[in-house]
């Protein structure tokens, strides 16, 4: 029997397997989607829509409104997310202290953690000339505006970008080994020290025993079961939660599904006269840093997007969205992320469809709206000579529905990661976030998993 069973292999799941097999357990890491490697991944757009995400692109709230993006293979989000490393700032750990009653829910505990994750990864800060035209145009607005900006810091090795190599293509997994994705950071090297990996498994029914779990799943059609002295949920926001719903937890604790929050981000375009070539080099590579907007809830990042995507953004027809979309070189882009409440809803129906609610509050509109209007002064402060809207908008950051607290009526796992009344089944991914914090969540995620292991391994 294994000494640990880890369900999902994404920021949490991946860096929590590694840790633990590092520390000498015998680890099994079970997932969903398949292994891609960097020389397997899809070589297009449209593929890696198709083949790297849940129901095959995007999925929706229940009111078809938000679209949520959410990945399944080996490596989780990690694969395409853009890998901004950030650790949090005292505000976002005072608010998960006061929510959820966890007192090392601060920088001061959490620091060996970071470092320990920090260390290793391949960590890298932008510099001047890796600016492209969308963010020289950003950061130009920003100084004669008076806002405060600032580089980001992104987990990378050789990018190749000065050979002409634009990394806009690594969103659907970095064909390098360069990007800082769990696969690259932790779950290969994992498998050096004996991490087992099995794919393809999507777990269905947890059953908790004495002095063990058993696990049941689904493999290319067939029923499978493993059992494992001790079970880790790793299955991210929607995964996780869907998990312990399928297994009856939440007569147990009514906490469950709740908290569910996403820092829904809105995209406006700007058209210039000259090329801004926003595809091109790091595209992303600077971030709103003024703490006005910090107690305001929201940021502004320099952002783009390949072309079918934004063809999707542009929501208009006919002519005039072929007009725009020839005009792709020409187009400056920003978005607003907001620090929205918690107030999502994870569910599922009777036939195991999930079901995610997801309405904004009058502070999250607030939000939004005065993000809006700073994105709209940078636009006419750049020149641009068209500005664009897009009224999709999206959550990236799927956290909550599980969250770590004291309190089981109000949690689902206590401090020690452990669900509240179990002593072998334990969480630890971006579902365990009591709210969101308004910063890039998966630099944590992999230092909670670097906390849980440490703890396990002891
Ligand atoms: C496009 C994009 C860009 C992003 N950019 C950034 C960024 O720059 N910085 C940052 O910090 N964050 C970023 N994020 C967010 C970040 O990727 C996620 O917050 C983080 O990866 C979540 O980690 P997780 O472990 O909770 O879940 P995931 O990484 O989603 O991993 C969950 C894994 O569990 C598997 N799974 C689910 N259910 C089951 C089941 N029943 N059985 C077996 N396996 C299962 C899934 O297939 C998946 O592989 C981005 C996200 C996206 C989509």
Known sequence: MHDFIVVGSGSGGGSLAYYLTKGGAKVLLIEAGKMYRKDTFPKSEADTSAQLYWGGGIEFDKDARMGFLRTKMVGGSSIVYQCLMDRFDDIAFNDWKSESGVDWFNNQDMAPHYDAVESDMLLHTFVESERNGNARLFVDACDKLDYKWGALRRGQGDCGADKGNDCLACLGGCHRDSKQSSLVAFIQKGEKLGLEIQTEVEIGQIESNKDSVTIKGINN??????????????????????????????????????????????????????????????????????????????????????????????????????????????????????????????????????????????????????????????????????????????????????????????????????????????????????????????????????????????
């Open 221 to 458: 059609g067939k029923p499978i079961s493993f059992q494992g002295k001790k079970v880790i949920l790793c299955g991210g926001s929607f995964g996780s939660t869907k998990m312990m719903l399928q297994s009856g937890y939440k007569s147990k604790l009514p906490a469950l599904g709740n908290n569910f929050a996403s820092h829904p981000q809105f995209m406006w375009f700007g058209l210039q006269k000259e090329k801004v070539d926003a595809h091109k080099l790091m595209f992303q590579s600077v971030a709103s840093k003024d703490p006005n907007f910090r107690k305001q809830g929201f940021k502004l990042e320099n952002v783009f997007a390949p072309p079918i995507s934004i063809a999707m953004l542009y929501t208009i027809y006919g002519a005039k969205h072929q007009q725009y979309m020839k005009r792709y070189r020409h187009m400056q882009c920003i978005e607003v992320a907001i620090r929205d409440e918690n107030n999502g809803t994870i569910q599922i129906d009777n036939k195991g469809k999930l079901i995610v609610t997801k309405r904004f509050t009058d502070s999250d509109m607030l939000k939004k709206s005065k993000g809006l209007e700073v994105i709209k002064n940078i636009l006419s402060t750049s020149g641009a000579e068209e500005v664009f809207e897009s009224s999709l908008y999206f959550g990236l950051h799927l956290m909550g529905g599980c969250v770590m607290g004291i309190d089981p009526n109000k949690s689902v796992v206590n401090p020690d990661f452990q669900v509240h009344g179990e002593s072998n089944l334990y969480i630890a991914d971006s579902s365990i976030y009591p709210n969101a914090p308004g910063i890039n969540p998966g630099l944590t995620i992999k230092s909670l998993g670097h906390r849980l292991a440490q703890q396990l391994i002891k």
